[in-house]
């Protein structure tokens, strides 16, 4: 098993990654967006694989909705819960695999191709441009691709200004090189990028860029205070306000999960 592989197992094997999207505003908004854009982009009927499915939050929520589902997860304990979770599900498949390889596909296979957590892992730029060629080519000409990513900025405000030991300090050393340049290496375990920077991977690929979306906003920063509270009325105005805005580009550095939308050129 190689280290990549040892970090995302290590990093996923306690469980939580089944109620992520479910257990607080913050995951509920990313999941609410995300699904936003699915739907307005790629109604159903469509062909979807999903990338690094994690628990299946994604995958049986759109198999459940109607379209046919490819499944695609790295992880022993995720793949178990998500294959748990889609019993029934006929028009759910659920594999074992790896982002860096999808060549039991064919090429132009999918009308909706999701990578919503692979990008958050890979640390080196040939293994970034791999995982992204492989989506790109099992995606069909005029089909979407959707590719999440961290923001670098974000993950430097939310674990990093505290108190010690993760001082500003310590977090602008391990996200940036001394020129401000983002630095990416496996340690990490979780890895950001500037918006420019990920958007820049797909630029000379057959993709064209739609849109990149915060999915989440500074929602991951608020809720770490005392004083945070969104009730049910509250989180709905929240939401609405956050659909308007969420393609400005002023706001999108600050939330932790981001969104690139792009369409495979004909």
Known sequence: MDERVQIISRLYKNGREDTRLTRSRRGQ???????????RLCPQPAKVLEIGAGTGAYSVALARGGYGVTAVELVDGNLRILRERGQGLSNLVSVQGDALDLGRWADSAFDLVLCLGPMYHLFDRKDMEQALDEAIRVTRPGGVLMAAFLSVHAI???????????????????????????????????TGFQVKEFEALLEDRPVEHLVTVATDGILELAKGRSDFVLSDEDFAAYAAYHLRFCEERELLGSSSHLLYVGRKKV
């Open 29 to 39: 908004l990313e999941f609410l967006t995300t699904m936003d854009y699915i739907h």
């Open 156 to 190: 430097l405000f939310d674990n990093y200004l505290q108190a010690e030991p993760n001082s500003f300090r310590a977090g602008l050393a391990e996200n940036f090189t001394p020129a401000y340049e983002t630095r990416h290496f496996a340690a990490q375990g979780f």
